[in-house]
T-cell receptor, first 113, second 114 residues
Framework: QKEVEQNSGPLSVPEGAIASLNCTYSDRVSQSFFWYRQYSGKSPELIMSIYSNGDKEDGRFTAQLNKASQYVSLLIRDSQPSDSATYLCAVDSSTDSWGKLQFGAGTQVVVTP | DGGITQSPKYLFRKEGQNVTLSCEQNLNHDAMYWYRQDPGQGLRLIYYSQIVNDFQKGDIAEGYSVSREKKESFPLTVTSAQKNPTAFYLC?????????????FGPGTRLTVL
């Protein structure tokens, strides 16, 4: 069974600080990685996708991918109360070119004023 | 506005009943997906479809059925064979269904068995 592991949290972060979220995956051939944000009772919304080793920045968010170590992380800089949500890591788990995602259980982030 | 719609938002089912959840998209996406989310758990794939009139079982297809008669529509039926159907059901779509495509989600349907 292919697995995607995340710390469930809650991760408590002071407003203005950096939140660091980690995700490890078991399938060495995974090529596509996604971070979604999910507010309580709502559906997931995409924050960022990453496909190559290294960092990818988008505004206050930075995704980091290390395929050799099989982990992907998300940094949230200058955390705001509106960032309080559950963050889902999703990893491509398909054995062919079709897109099948395996999701982690999510990390709950709480930004405290 | 382009997007994915799901209806109803809340659904209550009695034991032994079949219910159908609607999912419609006007994004002109080829691929559509159904997921189930239980409290404290990640999303689990029920069924997916890359093209009209074709669909594949996901990881937890037992007790569910789908159809894909139109590109825009991918309804999910929760049958009485599904032993524990209370969950949050999410429909998603992606451009062509490739492994690099982003999946976009509808607002979800919360199903409760009475």
């Amino acid at each position: 069974q292919k697995e995607v592991e995340q710390n469930s949290g809650p991760l408590s972060v002071p407003e203005g600080a950096i939140a660091s979220l980690n995700c490890t995956y078991s399938d060495r051939v995974s090529q596509s990685f996604f971070w979604y944000r999910q507010y309580s009772g709502k559906s997931p919304e995409l924050i960022m996708s990453i496909y190559s080793n290294g960092d990818k920045e988008d505004g206050r968010f930075t995704a980091q991918l290390n395929k050799a170590s099989q982990y992907v992380s998300l940094l949230i800089r200058d955390s705001q109360p509106s960032d309080s949500a559950t963050y889902l890591c999703a990893v491509d788990s398909s054995t062919d070119s079709w897109g099948k995602l395996q999701f982690g259980a999510g990390t709950q982030v709480v930004v405290t004023p | 506005d382009g997007g994915i719609t799901q209806s109803p938002k809340y659904l209550f089912r009695k034991e032994g009943q079949n219910v159908t959840l609607s999912c419609e998209q006007n994004l002109n996406h080829d691929a559509m997906y159904w997921y189930r989310q239980d409290p404290g758990q990640g999303l689990r794939l029920i069924y997916y479809s890359q093209i009209v009139n074709d669909f594949q079982k996901g990881d937890i297809a037992e007790g569910y059925s789908v159809s894909r008669e139109k590109k825009e529509s991918f309804p999910l039926t929760v049958t009485s064979a599904q032993k524990n159907p209370t969950a949050f059901y999410l429909c998603a779509s992606s451009f062509q269904g490739s492994s690099t495509d982003t999946q976009y989600f509808g607002p979800g349907t919360r199903l409760t068995v009475l």
